[in-house]
């Protein structure tokens, strides 16, 4: 599953930049890897791939008869289907800290600007504990595929936990995934055709059932937690990406970045002008990942086999928190709004920079510099709400199973 931005125009990229600046790895030898570790031998990585495979397949599919059996809510009461559904999105997300707490650990680095002082704090068993809003658009660059993961976790870790609130645009195709795409329909998430003109009405019709008030028994009004996660640069950072990136900023007369894609500002522009009046603020990660030589790709080295299945997933995965409020943000011109969005992609570039010069971003504004911890679940026991569903029907139906045996038993039948 890949987060892509909403539709935009076809991207650009670039590889024009040559002037290596000296990092970490920039003098690497040709089997370095960013992990540090060496990777299993060919035997270990099938015995990994498999339970990893056995892991994720069942539970995957447990949460999607979960939602199957959930699914004649619509029916019944809008509002009980969609609290189930985030239900099973939660258990999504609980499944992903898992596989990655035992099948690819990584060290997560945090830090922020003043925006964002004291809404990331440690907590005493060397966890976080984020305090973002329940509702906000996310935004963040694009490394590689796996972002989304790393992200969602963060919903998970924030208090209170929007874990199953999380909403993300996707290319069309993708929907039709056997089992993962069946699953993410029912997540809620925005499937797009990246044709603005076909998109917009079908975006339009989502922003606005998540922009609705609701209203509880007491007759008081309120907005169900949402979180949209956007990828401004419309795909992951590649070599292909890059190119276009390139010829993007040569077609509109731009500098293009070295560490960062040009960002396309309709899609966003578009979205937060939908969501203006039900949400408060724009949150913006820099993503970056430890040990990646200049002018390489995350992608090179984190594929889901190296991650997953050699045991060479990222050292630490480092986030930059921003955060802006929309008020502030130019929204009534598409242009103006273009360029401000430029102007904080270039201060992610900034960022990025000081990032592969120094090894992390800049301390964070407060008492911590850095809040380092691990993607985990609180407690092991957790990834048992996976099964709390089925588990709960098959004891019904084992009891109404007794139940007629001693019945028929008593009467002779």
Known sequence: MTADSIPKPDGADSNEKTNEKPN?????????????????GRFMQIVRGATFGIYFTTLCLIIHVTQMVGAP????????????????????????????????PTTIRISGDETVEGQIKPTPDGGVQFNFPERMVLIANHQI?????????????NSPGTH???????????????????????????????KMAIDQPRLAYRLNKLSQKKVDPRGRSYLDPMWLLLFPEGTNLSGNGRRKSAAWAAKNNLKDFEHVLIPRSTGMFFCLNELKSSVEYVYDCTVAYEGIPRGKFGEQ?????????????????????????????PLDDLKVFDQWLLQQWQAKDALMEEFMTNGTFPAMAGKV??????????????????????????LMWHNVKKSFVSVTTIFGL
Do not use: C
């Open 24 to 40: 970490a790895a920039a003098n690497a030898p040709q089997d370095y890897h960013p992990s540090g570790k060496k990777g299993y």
């Open 73 to 104: 809510l619509y029916w019944v009461n809008r509002e009980w289907f969609y609290a189930y559904m985030a239900m099973s999105k939660r258990s999504f997300a609980i499944t992903t800290a898992v596989m990655t707490q035992i099948w690819g």
């Open 145 to 157: 595929y796996t972002d989304w993961l790393y992200l969602w976790w963060v919903g998970y870790a």
């Open 164 to 194: 199953g609130h999380i909403y993300i645009i996707l290319k069309e195709s993708l929907k039709n995934i056997p089992l993962m795409g069946w699953a993410m329909q029912l997540f809620g998430f925005i499937f797009m055709s990246r």
């Open 301 to 329: 080295y984190f594929s889901l086999s190296s991650t997953y299945f050699q045991g060479r997933p990222p050292k630490s995965v480092n986030f930059y928190w921003r955060r802006f409020r929309i008020s502030d943000i």
């Open 369 to 394: 510099d850095f809040v380092e911890t691990q993607v985990r679940t609180r407690h092991p026991w957790e990834i048992l709400q996976v099964f709390s569903v089925l588990g709960t029907l098959a």
